[in-house]
């Protein structure tokens, strides 16, 4: 499978995640704002997750090996394991530092300047996150997918924080004025909280590969062909095993025959196999479809 343009995309992406995370933590650090430069290290964490995208994604465009006979598919949900649990566990660590920050009593910040920052930041990572997904729907990537949820979480995290500044000036001189010491981190709290699911639905998700459970669209798709298959050409049964792992499907279907069944030249049972494929769909070239005819229910 050609994935060209989609490693074209994801060295982009790790190119401007890179310029994005380095500027934001010295700008969080210069302003002593947690939150911009927590946005700041999640870049730079996003940047080694990307490009063992990357590095899938190259792997992925090759032929398999003696070693790797089926191809490298299966390194697809391994990586979006990987990335998920390790955005899961930056976020989770982030809240328990906002904990720990209001326990001591928050701390002040130059909002002025961070609101200007986190406001740019916020829009251009948007801009990123539209863009990536669009790519990942034309391309059908897993890989551009999770890349373009880390950068809405990274563009959720700006406006949060914009939206927290704001708050800020307006109670500042106020009689709410001792709650402004606890703004950034209080928004940084709810912030990971909130974004919490995102990462944990892409684990969800690439678990379900990994352990390759049946995906209930794909093994509905092949119950309804194949009954149709069995009631029009008189069989007896069948049986079928489906997975899914990465963007590749995996399909075995075993068709049951009375014992005196003739099915004709190979190239007739071949054109069989075309109908099924067919009413299928997908791409032959880039999944696996087995399909097999017996008289013995104990092959099935």
């Not at 890989?143 to 914009?162: E, M, R, T």
Request: charged content about 15%; aromatic content about 8%; hydrophobic content about 55%.
């Amino acid at each position: 499978m050609d994935t060209t343009l989609e490693q074209a995309q994801l060295r982009f992406s790790i190119a401007i995640t890179f310029l994005v995370g380095a500027s934001s933590i010295a700008i969080g650090l210069f302003l002593r704002s947690q939150s911009i430069a927590f946005d700041g290290f999640y870049s730079l964490v996003d940047v080694v997750l990307t490009t063992g995208s990357l590095a899938v994604s190259r792997l992925i465009s090759q032929d398999g090996s003696r070693r790797f006979q089926f191809g490298y598919w299966h390194l697809e949900p391994l990586v979006v394991v990987l990335n998920a649990a390790v955005l899961t566990t930056t976020c989770a660590y982030a809240a328990i530092t906002a904990v720990h920050d209001l326990s001591d009593g928050g701390h002040e910040i130059r909002f002025g300047i961070g609101a200007a920052w986190v406001a740019l930041i916020g829009v251009f990572s948007m801009i990123m996150a539209l863009n990536l997904r669009r790519k990942a729907q034309t391309l059908g990537s897993a890989l551009l997918n999770l890349d373009a949820k880390g950068w809405f979480i990274g563009a959720s995290i700006s406006i949060a924080v914009l939206v927290g500044f704001g708050i800020a000036a307006l109670i500042r001189g106020g009689r709410f004025d001792h709650l402004t010491p606890y703004i950034d981190s209080s928004v940084l709290l709810l912030l990971t909280i909130a974004l919490l699911p995102l990462p944990l639905g892409s684990l969800w998700q690439a678990m379900r590969e990994v352990l390759q459970l049946a995906p209930n669209a794909l093994d509905q798709q092949v119950q309804n062909v194949m009954r149709a298959i069995v009631s029009e050409r008189g069989y007896l049964d069948f049986a079928s095993y489906v997975a899914k792992i990465g963007r590749m499907r995996f399909i075995d279907i075993h068709i049951l025959l009375a014992p005196d069944a003739e099915l004709g030249t190979i190239a007739s049972v071949d054109d069989i196999r075309a109908d099924i494929a067919a009413r299928l769909g997908g791409d032959i070239r880039a999944e696996w479809l087995n399909i097999m005819f017996t008289s013995k229910r104990a092959w099935m």
